[in-house]
């Protein structure tokens, strides 16, 4: 059961094209926010859809991937874990950013 702790797994698409960067260790991040879709039927027969928005990070060769392949509207379906971090903003506010950390993306659709 040790492997379906913090595990998360989504099917969506980019709402926007990667956010890249390349820190000064070297090592690669990527930024990209995700929109899953879910429909259901409410108690008046109508079809109501959803989308939530993910906000997702990748690290190193995921990173790169990302980086070559991916644009805002592909397709994709990614693994990872959740994280929250949070940080003081220029007035001094706590704000807190709930992230999936990608450990592993296919990538679906064409081309």
Known sequence: MNKLRNRVQ???????NPEVKT?????????????????YVNT???K???TEWHNVIAWNKTAELV?????KGKEVALEGKLTTRSWDDENGNKKYITEVVCSEILFLGKG
């Open 10 to 16: 989504l099917i969506g698409h980019l709402g926007m």
């Open 48 to 50: 109501v859809e959803e």
């Open 44 to 46: 008046k027969g109508e």
């Open 23 to 39: 820190l000064e260790s070297g090592t690669k991040l990527a930024k990209f926010s995700l929109a899953t879709n879910d429909s």
């Open 67 to 71: 980086e070559s392949y991916l644009e």
